[in-house]
Structure formats: C-alpha cells, structure tokens
C-alpha cells in the first residue's frame, strides 16, 4: 500500500530497501519534544490568523501533548514506513483526534519544520555546552588557585624551556575554554532565526503569521528568506566547528594529563575514580579517562568534516541528502558532552604534585634564558653575546651532569670573567617565575591577576 501521508500519485509501495534507505526515525526520534513544541506553535498560529478554527487547533494542541507523554513514556510505537519523526508524529496525532490533525499541516511542510525542529535540538545543545565549558573552567580555576605559585617547567617542543607556575599552566586552559564559550554563544546569537512558515521553499499563500511562531519557540525574528531557511544547515556545522575546536584543546590536555600522569614525569595523580587498573599488572594505574578524550575527539572532527561534504555539493533548496545532518551532530553532541564531562571530573579529582613539579622545574637548564639576561641588565653584553655565554656554561654543566646553579663562581668567571656572584640569584627557579611580571607572563601576581578575572567574568 502506499504512503498515506505522500502516496496519492502512487500505485504502490515502496521496496524494502527504498524503505530502509529513507527512513530517519531511527535517529530522528531524538527531535520529539522539538517536532512537538514546533507544531503546538504553529496550530496556534493556525488559529489566530484565522486559517483553522479555535476548536480545531485547539484539539490539535492536546493531541500533541498526549503523543509527547507517550514517547516520553516510552509507549509509542515508531514507524519505519512513516519515515521520520514528522509523519510518525502526524499520523498519531490522526488517530487521536482524527480530521483536524490533517489541517496541521496548513502552510507549511516538512522542509520548514525539520530545519526548525533542528534548530531548536542544537540550540538547546549549544546552552547545554556553554554549561558544561563554565563547569570544566570552574574545575580549573580551582586547580590554577590551589597552586598558583608551584613551579613547574614550561616546555616548548616539549623539552625543558622556562619555569612557569601551575597555575600559570591552569588559566592557559582557561583561556582557551572561554574562546570556545564564545563561540558557542556567537553561533547561538546567529543561528536564532525561525525557519518556520517558509514552507516547502518559496513561501505560502495563507495569511501565517511568522513572527508569532518566532516569538513563541524563542527565536529572535523569522529568517528572511524562504529559500535559504530550507536549505541552510551552516548552524549545524558552526555548532560542530566551535565543537571541533573545543574537542582539540581537550585532546591537547588530554595528552598532558596522560604524560603527566606517568611515573617518569609524577606532575599529576589522577584520581581512582577517574583511573582503571591493568588485569595483569598490579601495580597499574591507567588514565583511560584521558586516553578515551583523546581518542573521542575524532569523532567529532570526523562529523564537521562529513556534514561539509554532504551540504557542498547541493543546490538550492532542500535534497534529502540534508537528511544525514542530523547523526552527524547527535554523535559528536553526545561526544563532546561527555568528554567535557570527564575532563571536568578528572581535573576536579586530580592533585598536582608540588615536589615533582619543582623538582623537574630546577632541571634541564631552565634558567638559562634568566642567565643570558643578567648578562645584558648587569654587564650589558648584546643579548646574542650572552646567548653564547651561556650556551657555553650550559655545556660544560651538561658536560659535568651538574645544574647551571651547581657550577661554581670560578667555573664561570673562565668562561666570562664579568661574572660575579649575584648571578646565583637569578639562576634559582623561584625568582625566575617571580621575575616574569609582564602582562600576562608567568608570575603568581600576574596569575593571581588572571584568576580574578575569569573569576569575575564567570560570575
Ligand atoms: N526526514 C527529513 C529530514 O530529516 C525531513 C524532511 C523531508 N522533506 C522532504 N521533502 N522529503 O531531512
């Protein structure tokens, strides 16, 4: 038998495979209290444009209420042959409150009202991604407060740099989190324009009113052209691009956690709760939480990339191959939550080990750049000359398996005899961090400063 909500012109059903191949209830049920919403506003518009009666809409509004409770009762029976979440809602609807639900669909269509039902699912999952990035930057605040004069070493192509402190470190993360926060609420503020009453692609001769069914879904005005509203899904792929960025910085602090954590660098002890153990080797503790974040994230790239390529090749207006936006997004959604999720509960439960850190700080060399530039303040050597200077003691402290600290006054006076004693002070890891007061820089009063910022911007 054919379709019963297209199936005038056809004589007969569809194949098997035609069915399997079309059919997006199986993830499209997701959409329900989005489809539901949706269309209780647009019998209201329905009705107070005059287009249906008020009894009409009315039962319509009731109607969808129940077929709401019953799939959020788990009792409702999805359909395959009816397609989506749209027709299966539709069609229950029919059976409850039978002719007026064939009035719903006045003046408008499916295209109008699964990019609306859309927009509202990535909106509510972009508010939902805004509150897990404040929770995940709180979590760190934390850390960067506890610790915010802990050296550490500062690493560039990960070998010893500069001392930095922990804290330091900490609010780098922050910084990054909140570029992402903004701009989930960039694409919020830009995605917020109502596709609905655009109708199939070019419009609707009934009298609808969409700047009611605007304001009623939250949307800040209707978009403004019928064509585009149908076919534009830059939304979904904004939305998996700030996720993409995000996902990026969590692998990147996923990856330090994961060296952080082993016992050759000891900086961090994550928590049991966030750990696995080895069914072979007792003494194994393993940062699978981490591992996993890692791993994650390509999921989520893997979406941004697959939604492009489905929406570039397309003409105007809507092709069925938008139909595909929607798992893409669902996955990497679910995915980002819980990555965000995770980071948030390691980096609640995890202790930073001060002696390890200062320990590691004080090695490889990490105040040489501090020694290069006492030469220049206090012998006023050009900077390229100190370099050297120093890049000769660095040797013959390598050369001695010694510290730049552990050479002796006499051992560097041969290789500059300007060199006095004050140097010393400049070649301890505390009075580098302590140094380093430019905006911005390493300090604990700079972070100090950083931390109440963001403090005060996350209220
Ligand atoms: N299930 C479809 C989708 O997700 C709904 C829109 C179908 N529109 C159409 N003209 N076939 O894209």
């Not at 379709?3 to 993830?27: L, V």
């Not at 500069?162 to 830009?190: K, N």
């Not at 419009?203 to 800040?220: H, K, V």
């Amino acid at each position: 038998t054919s379709n019963q909500m297209w199936g005038g012109r056809f004589a007969a059903g569809p194949d098997a495979i035609m069915e399997a191949i079309n059919a997006s209830i199986g993830f499209d049920k997701r959409l329900a209290a989005q489809d539901i919403v949706g269309s209780r506003a647009h019998a209201a518009m329905l009705a107070a444009t005059g287009i249906v009666s008020d009894s009409d809409a009315e039962a319509m509004r009731e109607g969808l209420l129940t077929v709401l409770s019953e799939i959020e009762r788990g009792e409702f029976a999805f359909s395959t042959a009816l397609e989506d979440i749209h027709m299966n809602v539709e069609a229950r609807l029919k059976e409850l409150i039978g002719e007026p639900a064939g009035r719903l669909h006045t003046g408008r269509s499916r295209n109008d009202q699964v990019a609306t039902d859309f927009k509202l699912w990535v909106r509510d999952q972009l508010d939902a991604t805004e509150g897990a990035l404040r929770s995940l930057m709180r979590a760190l605040l934390a850390q960067a407060e506890a610790g915010a004069d802990w050296v550490m070493p500062g690493f560039t192509h990960l070998q010893t740099a500069q001392p930095v402190t922990w804290g330091h470190h900490m609010m780098a993360y922050v910084e990054m989190f909140g570029r992402d926060l903004s701009r989930v609420r960039d694409a919020r503020a830009r995605m917020n324009e109502c596709p609905l009453g655009a109708a199939a692609l070019a419009g609707t001769s009934f009298p609808i009113d969409r700047e009611m069914t605007a304001r009623e879904l939250g949307f800040d005005r209707p978009s403004a052209n019928s064509l585009d509203a149908v076919s534009d899904r830059d939304f979904a792929l904004e939305f998996l691009s700030a996720a993409s960025i995000c996902a990026m910085h969590l692998s990147r602090f996923a990856e330090e956690l994961v060296i952080w954590s082993s016992a050759q660098f000891r900086f961090v002890t994550l928590s049991d709760r966030f750990s696995t153990g080895s069914s072979i080797m007792p003494q194994k503790k393993n940062p699978d939480a981490a591992e996993l974040i890692r791993a994650k994230i390509g999921r989520i790239f893997g979406a941004n990339v697959a939604l492009m390529t489905v929406m570039k090749g397309l003409p105007l207006t809507y092709s069925k191959d938008m139909q595909e936006d929607k798992e893409q997004v669902f996955d990497a959604a679910d995915n980002l939550m819980l990555a965000l999720a995770a980071m948030d509960g390691m980096v609640r439960d995890m202790s930073a080990n001060r002696e390890a850190l200062a320990a590691a700080a004080g090695s490889g060399f990490s105040t040489a750049t501090d020694l290069a530039d006492w030469l220049v303040r206090v012998l006023g050597l050009p900077f390229r000359e100190a370099h050297h200077v120093t890049g000769t003691l660095v040797a013959l402290a390598e050369k001695q398996g010694c510290d730049l600290p552990d050479l002796t006054l006499e051992q560097m006076q041969e290789v500059h005899n300007g060199i006095d004693r004050t140097i010393f002070d400049v070649l301890g890891v505390e009075n580098s961090v302590a140094s380093r007061t430019s905006y911005g820089g390493t300090a604990p009063v700079q972070v100090r400063a950083q931390i109440a910022r963001w403090k005060e911007m996350l209220g």
